[in-house]
């Protein structure tokens, strides 16, 4: 049976169907945070903003540029967005320098081993 929206929306379905959603990015979320603040990867990096819908921030510990880090990542198959890229002045850039946006709503579960290996390869030596 075909609902109209207005029909979708005022039966319910629709605040179901965005606590289904919220549910399951935050689960999904908690999965990657567990993860990613285990063992030795714990000391080198922060997370900041978690909360933030789908996203969460994620601040490295290392002594590489920001550009060697992300070219070391990019050559294990990990593609990570800089926050700095989002600021035009040098200033800012700077201050951003090693803090990366993670989208979290495309990150397969079953490849988090891989990225957490591919972080810990990167960031500890």
Known sequence: EQYTLAQFMNSGSFEKHINRLR???QQK???ILEAFLQGALKTKIKILEEDAGVHFLMKVDTNLSEEEFLNKM???GIKLAALSSY???SEKK???ENIYVMNYSSIDLEQLPLI?????QVLIK
Do not use: I, T, V
């Open 23 to 25: 549910n399951y990015y």
């Open 29 to 31: 979320r908690d999965r």
């Open 74 to 76: 990019k050559s294990k």
């Open 87 to 89: 600021y035009h002045s």
């Open 94 to 96: 700077k201050k951003y």
């Open 116 to 120: 957490f290996d591919a972080l810990c």
